[in-house]
């Protein structure tokens, strides 16, 4: 079928709710090369929403799913064990952070590890509360969903939404007049105190859930010494933590795992995207004591730590523990200077920020009010595309643009991409 054709049929098959960014109809994927089914060649900045860090089709993953099909495609763990499954398990307790005993329980995706640790947590401490942020991305399960903060798209008119959430500020420094993390960390924690004295009593708290980078929220984190300070006060309540590092993980940040970057102390880490070069699985890893407190039957899936994606995984955490965390450290060099170049010389670009190469900038309608400018950045995804170039916004305001190229772009590609945006950024 013709590209017309596909997508004719898309809008008779497909319902409108499940999104398209691009009208970009993929034929196959290389590194952070895409090419649809024209021809045209377009360059990756998106990794299909932060799950390429490995690259499209790393030889060394697709070898190691090529292998493992013709040996078992499922069997459901549950029903008969498979190696792939406790291999995996056993390095991601390895290779998180936390100098304690570890278990992993393995899904499909991250908003199924999302309930699973909100699960788990709930079940270990025998409460119900869950403490989230403003900003926060969990995905769109009902407790992924009732995580989230952002109302249109992901929430509008599915309510009900799960009960005994509370969300509290994030401390987002760009968005106080004088830019100040000391600041904006007092404000967050003093509102996290207030909700426990006129809110929910902390003790009732099973869990605080967060990013420590905010993913969909706009590539927002706040330093060492809050999530530190934010550890303490919740701890000395009991409260566990649950660190999402689902789109921070597997070297997108120059580390491994974010957390290891602020440092940060945690019960539970949730891991999916770059886990496997895209297949579908996610991990729970935590506290063996707390990962143990199901009864048997309470955890688990058909599919989950699928054979195939088990191997994916593996493979993928051997390829980038091999040399691609440099990688991403460089690639995150070169993207920050063009970015505060674009911050100088553009009237619109407003903040730079991130981690490695979890890098954005967010877009203002002028400097001095700070104004979400959602229309423009609308209008410079929209030429990034005409210039085929994939690229992703975030932000609650849709103002920021964000980088997740794979860690295996070449330096020409990465500057071919960039200078796209730069162009894009003059026309506005
Ligand atoms: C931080 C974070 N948590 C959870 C999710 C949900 O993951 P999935 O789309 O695999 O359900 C996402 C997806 O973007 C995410 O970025």
């Not at 499940?18 to 090419?35: H, P, Q, R, T, Y």
């Not at 709930?122 to 969990?138: E, V, Y």
């Not at 699928?306 to 690639?331: F, G, K, Y």
Request: hydrophobic share 40%; with cysteine; net charge neutral.
């Amino acid at each position: 079928m013709n590209k017309t054709e596909l997508l004719a049929l898309r809008k008779e098959a497909i319902p409108r709710g499940v999104f398209n960014l691009s009208d970009c109809i993929v034929e196959s994927a290389k590194g952070a090369i895409i090419k649809d089914i024209d021809g045209n060649e377009w360059i990756d900045f998106s990794g299909g929403i932060g799950v390429l860090n490995a690259g499209h089709c790393h030889e060394k993953v697709v070898n190691a799913i090529k292998e493992q099909v013709d040996k078992l495609i499922h069997s459901c763990f549950h029903v008969s064990m498979y190696e792939g499954y406790i291999k995996l398990a056993d390095k991601l307790n390895q290779i998180t952070p936390g100098d304690f005993k570890k278990k992993t329980m393995l899904a499909n995706s991250g908003a199924e590890a999302v309930d699973n640790a909100i699960k788990i947590a709930r079940q270990f401490t025998g409460r119900p509360g869950i403490l989230c942020f403003d900003n926060a991305f969990h995905g769109r399960t009902y407790m992924g969903m009732s995580l989230t903060s952002k109302v249109t798209p992901y929430k509008k008119g599915f309510g009900p939404l799960m009960n005994d959430i509370y969300r509290i500020p994030f401390p987002n420094a760009y968005r106080l007049s004088e830019n100040n993390q000391a600041k904006a960390n007092i404000i967050a924690l003093n509102a996290l105190k207030k909700t426990f004295k006129d809110t929910c009593d902390p003790e009732t708290i099973a869990a605080i859930i967060y990013e420590p980078i905010q993913g969909e929220g706009g590539f927002i984190h706040a330093d060492e010494a809050f999530y530190r300070e934010l550890r303490q006060l919740t701890e000395s309540y009991g409260i566990l933590t649950i660190i999402d590092e689902i789109q921070t993980g597997f070297g997108r940040t120059g580390k491994m795992f974010a957390s290891e970057y602020f440092n940060i102390d945690f019960d539970i880490i949730i891991l999916a995207k770059s886990m496997a070069s895209g297949m579908p699985i996610s991990a729970i890893t935590g506290k063996d004591k707390i990962m143990d407190a199901s009864q048997i039957g309470g955890l688990g899936g058909t599919y989950g730590g699928n054979p195939l994606a088990c191997a994916a995984a593996l493979a993928t955490i051997e390829v980038l523990e091999e040399n691609l965390l440099d990688r991403a450290n460089a690639i995150g060099e070169k993207i920050h200077a063009t970015f505060k170049r674009f911050e100088k010389d553009s009237p619109y670009v407003g903040n730079v920020r991130g981690v490695g190469a979890m890098m954005a900038f967010e877009l203002v309608e002028d400097k001095e009010s700070k104004k979400p400018a959602t229309d423009l950045t609308t209008k410079l995804a929209s030429y990034c595309r005409e210039n085929n170039l994939s690229m992703i916004t975030a932000g609650t305001y849709s103002n920021v643009v964000r980088i997740l190229v794979p860690f295996t772009v070449s330096d020409d590609i990465l500057e071919r991409g960039l200078d796209i945006i730069e162009k894009g950024l003059k026309k506005l």
